[in-house]
């Protein structure tokens, strides 16, 4: 399942959880059993949640669509003759464990500290240790959070290069990102304006940088590797993937079942690890309860909420805002139509948008409503979708941006 989770927080807010998922089991070995040439830049991705997703770990029930892109490029580079590390938290996982071809480090556990003082110590030393451990030439982290300033501070202190990708529009609205505490945003709109370069998902955030921060952005595309067999399914039923918070606005899902009672709808994700999440996610239920075409499943781990997919005959999304919704590109990857009330600035060679953009509940209910019914309009649309993700979002395309990107910020030729 991918889900755009909020990003990690340094601060002493509703703790630093992991994200799970199998991301291709791989194979794990000690970093002594692989030699790595220097004939590329060395990129180390700082990405604290990642472990479970990466390492296949089922037990951890957070999945971040962070945490899946980095765990997608990261093996890719190193297939590409890059050498690669990634920084995480310690999740019981040895040291300079190498999975994929990427060397993992850690640094402290998830809710290890005192409150107030482990904002510093264990988080931050710990973290500081580990970058200067990993000694790379170019360190990449994702998702609004405190460590974005730590780590273009790192780097400039160190003569390294840095990368912040935003993962949400609302990441580069000053004031305005998922992050708690004021401290917290200082750090991160600190770092967005001292790292070496800005990756950003779409002209939106392209646009905000440029008028909030005062920079230029790359534009650099999501990218996935469908399972073998992924499809669509013509007589499936609508299908419903994200966290279960306010943000995501779930409760348009449920009105939009409301009016289409005649159709099937399957409702995939976990909640926020703090009280109010699990206060939500219940309200949720409550609401589920009383609509028979309507299934919640919960949390699942991501291979398993990946095969929901190959059930699905269109995917509904209903937040507020995005950055580039993984699930765009899981349906997309699919040829599965998709029906939106956010817009990524998609456009296929006509100019026109890839998939359905609404913005209101009685729009949304008629184009969904008419790719149900409509054998014709549902066949146009998903040749469309498939269209553009081969084009733009293929697992090949993204790295080969990614590759360009580095190593001209690395100064390799």
């Known amino acids: 399942m991918l889900l755009e989770r909020t990003a990690l927080q340094t601060g002493d807010g509703p703790g630093l959880a992991g994200s799970t998922s199998p991301a291709n089991s791989g194979t794990v070995a000690s970093a002594t059993s692989l030699s790595c040439g220097r004939s590329r830049p060395h990129i180390c991705f700082v990405a604290p949640s990642t472990w479970p997703l990466f390492s296949g770990d089922r037990e951890i029930p957070v999945v971040g669509g962070a945490e899946v892109q980095q765990g997608l490029i990261a093996p890719a580079l190193a297939q590409r003759g890059f050498r690669v590390s990634m920084i995480t938290l310690d999740y019981g996982q040895p040291e300079a464990t190498v999975v994929k071809g990427v060397t ?126 992924a499809r669509a399914d013509r007589g499936g039923y609508i299908l419903w993937v994200a966290t279960v918070r306010a943000q995501k606005r779930p409760e348009i899902l449920l009105e939009i079942a409301r009016r289409l009672p005649q159709y099937r709808f399957v409702m995939v994700g976990g909640h926020d690890h703090d009280r109010r999440g699990i206060e939500y996610v219940e309200s949720v239920r409550q609401a589920v309860a009383a609509l028979p075409n309507v299934e919640y499943r919960g949390f699942l781990p991501y291979v398993e909420a990946d095969r929901t997919f190959d059930g699905a005959r269109v995917v509904l999304n209903t937040s507020s805002y995005e950055g580039f919704p993984n699930i765009f590109l899981q349906a997309w990857a699919r040829g599965i139509p998709t029906v939106s009330f956010v817009d990524t600035r998609s456009r296929a060679p006509d100019g026109l948008p ?41 697992l090949e395309a993204a790295v080969a941006v990614y590759e360009k990107q580095l190593l001209e910020l690395a100064g390799h030729p």
């Open 104 to 229: 993992v480090h850690k640094f402290c556990k998830p809710d290890e500290g005192l409150p107030v003082v482990r904002f510093i110590y264990p988080r931050l030393t710990s973290l500081w240790q580990a970058l200067a451990r990993v000694d790379a030439d170019v360190y990449y982290q994702r998702t609004a959070a405190a460590l974005t300033g730590f780590m273009a501070h790192f780097c400039r202190r160190h003569g390294k290069r840095s990368i912040y990708a935003g993962a949400s529009d609302m990441d580069f609205v000053p004031g305005k990102q998922d992050i708690a505490y004021a401290r917290d945003r200082w750090l991160f709109e600190y770092g967005v304006r001292n790292v070496d370069r800005v990756f950003v998902q779409n002209t939106t955030q392209l646009e905000r940088v440029r008028d909030n921060f005062g920079r230029e952005s790359a534009v650099v595309p999501n990218c996935y590797a469908p399972p073998a067999g």
């Open 354 to 394: 890839v998939y359905d953009i609404v913005d209101d509940v009685e729009a949304a209910t008629a184009r969904t409503l008419r790719l149900m019914r409509d054998d014709t309009a549902w066949t146009v649309a998903s040749a469309r979708v498939a269209s553009h993700f081969r084009d733009h979002h293929s």
